[in-house]
Structure formats: structure tokens, C-alpha cells
């Protein structure tokens, strides 16, 4: 202890369990007698890490002990915790309150609304909060740092800047001082001036009043200036001590020195990069502000139980050196260049990477029964080695736990919120009626089978106008849901759902509103839907802790929004609400970040992510402070925290056992290899031990064996299945991919549209359909109403914003051709006779059906003219002459044999009016399959029908009455629709196919 002349300052190397090592020596010294370790006080940097001091004592405890009191003064609520376990110092009578962090949040929000001006432009709600939280973050960066904001005021060089950093110093400036109003008002201050304010009362109480009992501050490497003041105090105390972590007590003299200067000012020249990045640098400002000189830092004369060899403290201090000093590594010696226990992985990618961890510490788990740590700062890769472990039953304890937007919970607030933002559009609306909370009792399977029909009704192009739309949908779902009954169920089933959902569908009519309102209807909402289970378990309790926080602090400002505003600003405040589950996880196994990892301790420690960007982070400049700005009040360089990312890998390497990892590519590209590990590489050489062995389990545990060769599906359904009435657009498909028919007439598999989709080819072929018959049987072919209709589509809900602006300049070209063409041939003689309408024949027993675009009556009177409208390029003359595209010919089979009710004649123009562009470079033109004049390919009209009657009964025979096997993709040159691609496995075969010559 300290005699109040000497400093009693030690250091635990990080060759030795921090942890293990600190209890061992305290017990050592004030354990003999009973209950004298119970009077110790431990200022701890974080709960986490007094948790693992905890179970340092457990384990050296043979006999029970009583625990000290432990306090962590590097929490925000520090208020709490020194208020009870120093009781007999107190905060003293002027210390005012701290504000509520969201408190805080939301009235900085409402002063970002007011000064929006000095930003030049108007700001939305989810840039206010942005905003909030960045200002939030500066004020306590510089109140960490006890720097007065009137220091900005006194820097000369805001003439320098650029523009935009001389905008948003002012805007900072007239922020802060209108929050420091709102505090005086409110009687309050930031919770980091009332967190440095209770270190200054503590450090002058314990510096004029010595505490009686222990005082001992360990771990704690934080370089504030009131926690240094702090920690100087306790160890010049009388019976206080300070115990720091991994300082470098055998780094030479003369690189030590080089650490320099350790102040940051105007006045003080800028370190080089270097230094600044040292793992010792933030240690040897702490020191400085202590006051204490290396040289009186003690070594800690204890170990743990679990030490790694004393040679690896040096190696980790050789592979740290600075750039300028690493030429020293040519004068050691093989035994200070390698490390043994230490293992490293370079994997292909990040899952590769992962899963290789994951052996490992399946391994060290159930091989050796050893405590196992992986430490990244990666958390997309602590998310991949926590599901791999799950593959195992090892469900390992995640430190940073959950964001409670990936959980339910958040998962269905979100979705909901996306309900109201999008005006209740399929997606968001069906993704919120599957989710798994929802009407999660003993009716959740008649809930889901009104959702599936519901799903049915909403395929296809969206439909918007809330559920006055989705009402239309589910009535017009005529072929999706033919049962007439079934759709009224689904009516009735969604008025009762829109009864549930009252609160916001108010909500999202009124337009805007405030967002303690917004807030409040979504929590009844979900309450409606989902009952109190959404509250229940540690993610609903942590959902509903947020809501209530926030829809109360959010009542007391002027903070109005629109709904769609609200997906993203329910997102930021669920990103930032960690789900940790209290127990049920691995008592051996834990992922840590690397905060949350100082001063634990692991038999195997594995350290994962090791490329530059993710370990060390690129550091963040703050957005609102010009570098040189934050340089001149004497914020420290953003490269400082490279410097505690280096000092975190130094005491991570300090386990018995260390394995190093990285990828050497990441999802955007090639990644470069953290400067940490290339200089680990660069001084060890060839004696780094590479980790082979994990890689080829990884690759080999879920390598794909090769599987059997897929032949082309043939399938042979028997003689009563084969016969099946056909449309007269399905011969097409018959011929050029028989079992794609076999998929749809036979299984009867019929393709879904995409919910939501965008308008397809098919769709806007059936909406134009539908205007051309409208023309006929209701408009009387009046030119003017035609245009009309087609304006009336482009308009309606279904026609989406996209397809307004690139289709209808061709859309209405080709309508007006259309128009103007009838007329021209009506004046010709021409007679539109039928539009859309079904005819039938029966070809030897088989029924042909179709529905034809449009039948004209020629000059002479009768002869007939068989139309098919066409939104694209129409079917070559070829593919016409070869049988695959048939339906102008199977049309003039049926009008031939009286089919179509009402018409009959002789056909013989057999045309395609095609709506695309023409050769004038307009849009809209006649075409006619036939080979005359000109043309080479087609069929001669006299002999269409003929033909086409050939090609239909040699399908019948072949495939309907005969035993011709429904092969996949027989034509597979000719284009045709790849619904059924997946059932026939076509990427499995196509391609890879032997034929006999080659067997």
C-alpha cells in the first residue's frame, strides 16, 4: 500500500490471466483473516469485467470467501453505483442530476428542429434524430476530456476551414448553447459532467479524508482526466492501490521516451501517426496525468492458474515496436521471434473463417473442457460462429447480445411500421399476418389459412388505396380464389383485422401527427394482434421498456412526423437496444467485442477479423469538429483508438493458447491483412504455426459430394391421365416443352405471380386485352373512348410509377395506330365483328378451346380475318412454319367449323397487330405469318389451317392418345416460359447430357 509518499501502482503482465492473477494476490494479502476481503473496495472499468473478477475469486476460493465491494466507473450510471457502494462519501449538494439519456435524445431533436436554419435546408424527422445523437456524441466526447465549450469560441481559425466545416461549427456552437439553456431550466447536466463531477468529489473526499478500509483501482486504463485524478489519488492513499493491465515494464528507455507528448493542444506538436497507434501510448498518458513515473509502477508479484509462458510478454512487446524502432527485430534470436501456443488461420472468405473457429472451440470445448473466448469486433462474423456453434448445441454467451431489430419483437414493431409508412401495401401487410407472434394462440390455424388466401388474392402488380384496394383485390380474385364462399370468409376475416387495426390506420389517414401518438398506436396495435406475448420474455420486456421510454420522453416535445418517416426511426432506437438473455448460455464458451473482452480471461482465446477496417477500425472523424478544430481545443487524433485496438490484441495474445484469424476476402472485394498480424508475420517468419488443419475440416464439413448425374425428365403418366382438354395456347407449349405441359395440364401446377410484382409482359398483354374489348362491346369502337380507357389504366392502382413513365409513350402510340388502323380498314370495307370471345371444337375426342383477340369480317362478306394482339414482337414466320407457334391457326380451325357462336365464314388473314415499335420508328403494325410476296418463311395461306389441323392431330397422337413421354425441354432452342425450370431440375442436367456415341 501506499505511504503517501510513494505511488502504489502495479502492473499485471499479459503473460498472466488478469484476472486469475488479481484475485490470487489479494486473497494472498487480505484473506487470512475472515471478512477482511469483504472490507476491499474494487473500482472496476465495466460491470462485465467485475463479473470476471467475480469469477476469478470463485475459482481460487476453496472454502467460500465474502467478495469485495466492487464499483464500475466506467459505466454511464456511475451516479447509481457510487451512491451505493460509497455510501460514506456521498455525491455531495452540488452535484445536480443527470439528464435521462432519450430525455436528452429527444430535446436535442427539438433544438436541431428550431436551429435547422444554420444548416440551410430543411430537415426530416429521421435526420433530426441523426443529428441528435451526433451532437449528443461530441458534447460527451469533449466533456470526457474536460474541455469547455467556450474553447471553440476561442480558436482564430474558422476563416481556414471550408465551408461546410465553418457551417457545421456554428450549428454545434448554437446547438450547445441552447442545450446548456434547456439544462439550466431543467436544473440537470449530462450524465458524463455529473459521472467526472463524482470522481472529483471522491478524489478530493478520499484526498483530504483517506478511506479506512482498501481502496484499489484495477484494470481501469481509461486516460480521462477525472478518472486519472481519480486513480492518482487512490494510489498515493494510504491504503489504496492501482493495478493496470499489460503495462510494458520491459519496453526499452528509449522507445518508451519516444511516446511523446502526451498532451494534445495548439501549442504541442502533432505525434507521429505512430506513436499515437502504440498499445503502451494511452497507458503512458495515463500515467502522466497521474503523475507517476514508469519506473515506480511495481510488477505484480502473483500469477494465475493458467499462465501463458513469460517469453510471450516479450514477444508481444517486440511485435508492437514502432515502425521506425522495428529494425530491432534482426537482432533477436529464433526463441524471441516465435511464439509458441499460437496458431493463425487465413481462410478463403469470412465463412470459411468462421466455421473454422467454430471447430476449434468445439475442440477446446469437448476435447480439452476448456474455457474459450472469441474476441471480434466483427459482429457479422460473431453472428456466423454463433450459428455454426448452434449447429452443436452450443449456444455460446454473446456479449453484445442481440439488436432488438433482428429479434420478433422488433422484427414485427418494424414490419408494422412499414404497414403505416406504405399505406398497407401485400408485402409489409402479409409479412406482418405471417409473423409467428401474431395470433399466436389456439386460432393461429384458422388465421393462417385466411392469410394464405389472402396471400392468393394479392398476386400480381400492387394495388394502392389501403383496404378499400385490398377489398377489391379479394373480390376480383376470381381465378385465384374461384370459390365464392371462400372470398366472402376472406372479406369478413378482413374487416375484422382491419377492426384490430384501427389505431393505425387512423393513424396513417390523419397524414402527420406527433410521435409519442405514433408510438402509442403502434403499441396498440401490436397489443390487439398479437396479445401481451409480444410483451413477454426478455425481448418483449426489453421492446416494451423502449417504447414506454421513449413514448415519454417524446410527449414532452414538439416532435411531429409523418408516418413514413417512422420504419427508420423505430430502426435507429432498435439497432441500439441489446436482448441479452440473464442465463441459459454456455457457461465455457463467449464472444466478446473488444471493449467487453478487457480483463476476461480464457484458456483459448481466438481472435477473429483480422483484416485492416475491422481491427483495427478506420477511425471516425467527427462530423461535426474539423480535425484541425478538434486538434486546437485538444481532442485526441482519431488514431488514438487504433492505439487501444493494438493494446486490446496485446492482452487477448496474453492466453495460454491464442489462435489469430482473418480472411483474405471480405463481401465487396480482396481485404488487406490488419497491420497487427502482418507485423506479427513480418517479425515471426517462417515459424509462425499455420493452422491448416481447421481449414481442411472447415472445407471438408460441408463440402458437397458429387451427386448422381440427373438424366432429362421423361415422365410417362398413363392413357386416362394423358387426356386432357387443351387450350389453344397450350399446343405451343406441348410441342416445344412437353413437360412443361405435363407440369400444368396434368399436375395441374399452375405459376404464382410475385406479390407485389411489378406489371409483367403477361400483365400488360391482359390489361390491354381487356381495354380492346371494352372498346368493342361498350365504346362501339370509338376512337376517342379508346384513348380514354387506355389513360383510365395508366392511371389506376395497379399501374405503378415505373410503368406510367416508360410505358405510356408507347403504350399510347401504339393505342392511337390501333385506333386509326380499324378505322382505315372499316372505311376499306372491314367489319369488327366479335371481340374476346371463348369458341371450341373437338378434334379426335379432344376439346380445343380458346378465346380470340378479335374477329374481322373481310370486304367480300365472307371471308373472315383471325386477329391476335400482341404488346411484344409478335412469332416469327419460322417458328409458325415449324409448329410452335399455332394459336392464329387453331383460332381459324374453330371459326372454320363454327366454333366461335355467331360467326362463321372461311378464314383467311391471319394477322398479329403487334403494339411494338415499328420499322418508321413509330409504334403499332400488321403482321402476317404468311409466306407470299417477299417473305421466305411462314406457311402459304391456303395451306394454314391445313398445316396447323397436321401439327394438331400428330400432338394428339403422339402425346394425349398415344405413349410419347412428356420429355423436358425437347426444343430447347425455342423460346418459351421457365416456370417449371425448377421442377425439372434443368441446371442439374441441361448441359451435361451423354449421348449414346459418346457411352
Given at each position: 500500500?501506499?505511504d ?12 498472466r490471466?488478469?484476472?486469475d ?14 471478512g477482511?476481503?469483504?472490507?476491499l ?9 467485475g ?11 476453496e ?31 452540488d ?9 436528452r ?7 436541431i ?5 444554420l ?8 435526420e ?9 456524441a ?18 482564430d481559425i ?39 463531477r ?5 478524489a ?34 494510504r ?23 502526451v ?8 505525434p507521429?501517426v ?30 494465475g ?11 508481444i512487446?517486440?511485435?508492437f515496436?514502432?515502425?521506425e524502432?522495428?529494425?530491432?527485430w ?19 472468405n ?14 477446446a ?18 453472428a ?15 456479449s453484445?447480445?442481440?439488436a ?23 408485402v409489409?401487410l ?15 390455424a ?20 389501403g ?9 376480383d380474385?376470381?381465378?385465384?380464389l ?37 408510438l ?21 420486456r ?5 417504447l ?32 441479452r ?10 464472444i ?14 481466438i ?14 472523424i ?7 478544430i ?32 482473418r480472411?483474405?476476402r ?90 407485389d410484382?411489378?406489371?409483367?409482359p403477361a400483365?400488360?398483354g ?44 408507347r403504350?399510347?402510340a ?35 378451346s ?33 409448329g ?11 371459326a ?18 403487334s ?10 403494325y ?5 409466306k ?16 396447323t ?24 432452342d ?16 441441361y ?8 457411352t
Amino acid at each position: 500500500m501506499a505511504d503517501g509518499t510513494r505511488a502504489s501502482v502495479y502492473s499485471i503482465p499479459a503473460h498472466r490471466g488478469f484476472a486469475d492473477a488479481l484475485a490470487t494476490g489479494l486473497i494472498a494479502r487480505f484473506g487470512k483473516e475472515t471478512g477482511e476481503l469483504a472490507r476491499l473496495t474494487l473500482l472496476v472499468p465495466n460491470q462485465r469485467a467485475g463479473r470476471a473478477i467475480t469469477e476469478a475469486f470463485v475459482r481460487q476460493a476453496e472454502q467460500g470467501l465474502l467478495l469485495p465491494r466492487m464499483v464500475a466507473v466506467g459505466d454511464i450510471d456511475l451516479a447509481e453505483s457510487l451512491g451505493s457502494a460509497l455510501d460514506n462519501i456521498g455525491a455531495g449538494p452540488d452535484i445536480p442530476p443527470a439528464v435521462e439519456p432519450v430525455q436528452r435524445l429527444f430535446a436535442l431533436t427539438e433544438i436541431i428542429g428550431e436551429a435547422g436554419h444554420l444548416l440551410k435546408g430543411e430537415l426530416s424527422p429521421t435526420e433530426k434524430l441523426r443529428l441528435a445523437r451526433e451532437v449528443a456524441a461530441t458534447i460527451d466526447s469533449l466533456l470526457v476530456e474536460e474541455i469547455p465549450p467556450a474553447r471553440l469560441g476561442e480558436i482564430d481559425i474558422a476563416d481556414e476551414l471550408a465551408d461546410h466545416w465553418r457551417t457545421s461549427l456554428n450549428f454545434f456552437e448554437g446547438v450547445h448553447g441552447a442545450w446548456q439553456k434547456k439544462l439550466a431550466s431543467l436544473g440537470m447536466i449530462d450524465a458524463a459532467d455529473r459521472r467526472n463531477r463524482l470522481l472529483r468529489h471522491a478524489a478530493r473526499k478520499w484526498d483530504t479524508q483517506p478511506a479506512q478500509y482498501p481502496i484499489i483501482a484495477v484494470g481501469i486504463t481509461t486516460a480521462a482526466p477525472a478518472i486519472a485524478t481519480l486513480q492518482k489519488t487512490i494510489a498515493f492513499m494510504r491504503h489504496g492501490m492501482v493495478v493496470l493491465p499489460d503495462l510494458d515494464l520491459a519496453l526499452d528507455n528509449d522507445i518508451w521516451d519516444t511516446l511523446e507528448p502526451v498532451e494534445f493542444g495548439p501549442d504541442v506538436p502533432r505525434p507521429a501517426v505512430g506513436v499515437v497507434t502504440h498499445p503502451q501510448y494511452h497507458l503512458k498518458l495515463l500515467l502522466h496525468r497521474m503523475g507517476v513515473n514508469r519506473d515506480e509502477v511495481m510488477r505484480w508479484a502473483r500469477s494465475g492458474q493458467s499462465d501463458a509462458p513469460a517469453q510471450r510478454a516479450h514477444v508481444i512487446s517486440n511485435i508492437f515496436l514502432p515502425a521506425e524502432e522495428s529494425s530491432h527485430w534482426r537482432g533477436l534470436d529464433a526463441r524471441a521471434r516465435s511464439v509458441s501456443q499460437l496458431k493463425v488461420i487465413e481462410a478463403a472468405n469470412p465463412e470459411e473463417e468462421a466455421l473454422a473457429i467454430s471447430i476449434r472451440v468445439r475442440e477446446a470445448l469437448e476435447v480439452k473442457g476448456d474455457r474459450i473466448a472469441v474476441v471480434t469486433p466483427d459482429r457479422q462474423l460473431a453472428a456466423r460462429v454463433s450459428a455454426h456453434l448452434k449447429r452443436w448445441n452450443i449456444d455460446a454467451d454473446d456479449s453484445a447480445g442481440q439488436a432488438l431489430s433482428v429479434v420478433p419483437e422488433g422484427v414485427l414493431l418494424i414490419t408494422l411500421a412499414e404497414c403505416i409508412s406504405e399505406d398497407f401495401a401485400p408485402v409489409s401487410l402479409l409479412g406482418l399476418f405471417k409473423h409467428p407472434l401474431v395470433q399466436s394462440g389456439d386460432d393461429r390455424a384458422q388465421w393462417l389459412r385466411q392469410v394464405r388466401r389472402f396471400d392468393l388474392a394479392l398476386r400480381g402488380p400492387r394495388r394502392t388505396g389501403g383496404f378499400a384496394a385490398l377489398r377489391q383485390a379479394i373480390t376480383d380474385a376470381k381465378r385465384a380464389l374461384p370459390d365464392a364462399k371462400a372470398r366472402e370468409e376472406l372479406l369478413a376475416w378482413l374487416d375484422s383485422v382491419e377492426e384490430l387495426m384501427q389505431p393505425v390506420i387512423v393513424l396513417g389517414k390523419a397524414g402527420g401527427t406527433q410521435l409519442s401518438d405514433y408510438l402509442s398506436a403502434l403499441r396498440d396495435t401490436a397489443t390487439a394482434l398479437c396479445g401481451t406475448r409480444i410483451w413477454s420474455g426478455v425481448a418483449g420486456r426489453g421492446a416494451a421498456d423502449m417504447l414506454s421510454e421513449i413514448e415519454a420522453e417524446a410527449a414532452q416535445v414538439k416532435l411531429a412526423m409523418e408516418p413514413r418517416y417512422g420504419p427508420a426511426i423505430l430502426r435507429s432506437f432498435t439497432d441500439e437496444t441489446a436482448i441479452r438473455p440473464a442465463y441459459g448460455k454456455h457457461p465455457h464458451v463467449a464472444i466478446y467485442g473488444l471493449l467487453e473482452a478487457r480483463l476476461q480471461q480464457a484458456d483459448l482465446v481466438i481472435c477473429g477479423g483480422l483484416n485492416e477496417g475491422n481491427w483495427p477500425q478506420t477511425p471516425d472523424i467527427d462530423p461535426l469538429l474539423s480535425p484541425r478544430i478538434a486538434r486546437e481545443i485538444g481532442l485526441a487524433p482519431p488514431e488514438f483508438r487504433i492505439g487501444l485496438a493494438a493494446h486490446d490484441l496485446a492482452g487477448a495474445m496474453g492466453a495460454p493458447h491464442v489462435i489469430l484469424t482473418r480472411a483474405r476476402r471480405e463481401a465487396s472485394g480482396p481485404a488487406v491483412a490488419s497491420r497487427f498480424f502482418l507485423r506479427l508475420q513480418a517479425m515471426s517468419g517462417t515459424r509462425l504455426q499455420m493452422d491448416e488443419e481447421a481449414l481442411h475440416l472447415a472445407r471438408a464439413l460441408d463440402r458437397q459430394l458429387p451427386a448422381s448425374r440427373m438424366e432429362q425428365p421423361r415422365p410417362m403418366p398413363g392413357a386416362a391421365q394423358r387426356r386432357v382438354d387443351i387450350a389453344v395456347t397450350d399446343l405451343d407449349r406441348l410441342r416445344a416443352d412437353p413437360f412443361a405441359f405435363y407440369a400444368r395440364k396434368i399436375l395441374h401446377l399452375a405459376a404464382l405471380d410475385m406479390v407485389d410484382a411489378p406489371p409483367s409482359p403477361a400483365w400488360r398483354g391482359s390489361a390491354v386485352h381487356e381495354i380492346l374489348e371494352a372498346w368493342k362491346k361498350e365504346d362501339g369502337l370509338d376512337p376517342v373512348k379508346l384513348v380514354a380507357r387506355a389513360e383510365a389504366l395508366l392511371m389506376s392502382g395497379s399501374a405503378n410509377a415505373l410503368l406510367r413513365t416508360l410505358w405510356r409513350p408507347r403504350l399510347m402510340a401504339a393505342i392511337h395506330w390501333i385506333a386509326e388502323e380499324t378505322q382505315r380498314l372499316m372505311v376499306e370495307g372491314r367489319e369488327v365483328c366479335v371481340a374476346e370471345i371463348w369458341g371450341d371444337m373437338t378434334v379426335k375426342g379432344v376439346r380445343i378451346s380458346g378465346k380470340v383477340d378479335r374477329i374481322d369480317r373481310l370486304a367480300d362478306g365472307k371471308k373472315l380475318a383471325i386477329i391476335d394482339y400482341k404488346t411484344g414482337s409478335p412469332p416469327s414466320g419460322s417458328q409458325v412454319e415449324a409448329g410452335f407457334a399455332l394459336q392464329l391457326g387453331l383460332l381459324g380451325m374453330i371459326a372454320e367449323r363454327s366454333g366461335f357462336k355467331g360467326i362463321s365464314g372461311d378464314p383467311q388473314a391471319f394477322e398479329y397487330w403487334s403494339l411494338a415499335k415499328n420499322k418508321a420508328g413509330g409504334f403499332g403494325y400488321r403482321d402476317e405469318p404468311i409466306k407470299e410476296s417477299r417473305k421466305r418463311t411462314g406457311l402459304l395461306r391456303e395451306e394454314f389451317i391445313q398445316k396447323t389441323e397436321e401439327y394438331l392431330i400428330d400432338a394428339i397422337d403422339r402425346w394425349l392418345l398415344g405413349a410419347e413421354p412428356f420429355t423436358a425441354k425437347l426444343n430447347p432452342d425455342l423460346p418459351s416460359y421457365n416456370d417449371y425450370d425448377q421442377l425439372m431440375r434443368l441446371d442439374e442436367w441441361y448441359g451435361r447430357l451423354v449421348t449414346d456415341e459418346e457411352t
